[in-house]
T-cell receptor, first 114, second 109 residues
Framework: DTAVSQTPKYLVTQMGNDKSIKCEQN?????MYWYKQDSKKFLKIMFS???????INETVPNRFSPKSPDKAHLNLHINSLELGDSAVYFC?????????????FGPGTRLTVT | GQQVMQIPQYQHVQEGEDFTTYCNSS?????IQWYKQRPGGHPVFLIQ?????EVKKQKRLTFQFGEAKKNSSLHITATQTTDVGTYFC?????????FGAGTTVTVRA
């Protein structure tokens, strides 16, 4: 029944490591997003994908590489993790742009880099 | 780039009282969305406003979009403990939403 799911829910790792976060939506949406929420709860868009094509890349370091194997999945791989990468990462989806039904967010992945 | 400012950052409310959170943009918005995030949870879509001067109500919540489409407000009447959380406004163009910093609401019983 879960609309947007993410794995893992928690991720604790050391600086310099590489990690991936997976996202899947079963809503049939054609657009998916990655957001970063910092400790002050500020939500910032990182990437937008529409029909597997990258639409928005918000000046995110190239250590972050999203991949969309199909419309229902958008994964995020992070290389050479840094302390400043610690945050909650949310995946979201929507149908098209400017959808009146808004964006559906996943439960989030809390990443802690030590 | 587009920036959406939101005030206040924190709102401590006595149960039963009303409060308002405000959202302002440096540019004209095609639409404004509002989300609620409960503590430890994820943002949940509440509503989208599109038209200049639009007002929409959801039970005790009243959402307004300014005439110039540069500001918006959320007014909650008779606050309840279930209203606890952070309320975000977000201005959108195409595939990008710019979120305000959020108003975190706590309720005193």
């Amino acid at each position: 029944d879960t609309a947007v799911s993410q794995t893992p829910k928690y991720l604790v790792t050391q600086m310099g490591n590489d990690k991936s976060i997976k996202c899947e939506q079963n809503l049939g949406h054609d657009t998916m997003y990655w957001y970063k929420q910092d400790s002050k709860k500020f939500l910032k868009i990182m990437f937008s994908y529409n029909n597997k094509e990258l639409i928005i890349n918000e000046t995110v370091p190239n250590r972050f590489s999203p991949k969309s194997p199909d419309k229902a999945h958008l994964n995020l791989h992070i290389n050479s993790l840094e302390l400043g990468d610690s945050a909650v990462y949310f995946c979201a989806s929507s149908q098209g742009r400017g959808s009146r039904l808004g964006q559906y967010f996943g439960p989030g992945t809390r990443l802690t880099v030590t | 780039g587009q920036q959406v400012m939101q005030i206040p950052q924190y709102q401590h409310v006595q149960e039963g009282e009303d409060f308002t959170t405000y959202c302002n943009s440096s540019t004209t918005l095609s639409n404004i969305q509002w989300y609620k995030q409960r503590p430890g949870g994820h943002p949940v879509f509440l509503i989208q406003l599109v038209k200049s001067g639009e007002v929409k109500k959801q039970k005790r919540l009243t959402f307004q979009f300014g005439e110039a489409k540069k500001n918006s407000s959320l007014h909650i009447t008779a606050t309840q403990t279930t209203d606890v959380g952070t309320y975000f406004c977000a201005g959108g163009n195409d595939y990008k939403l710019s979120f305000g910093a959020g108003t975190t609401v706590t309720v005193r019983a």
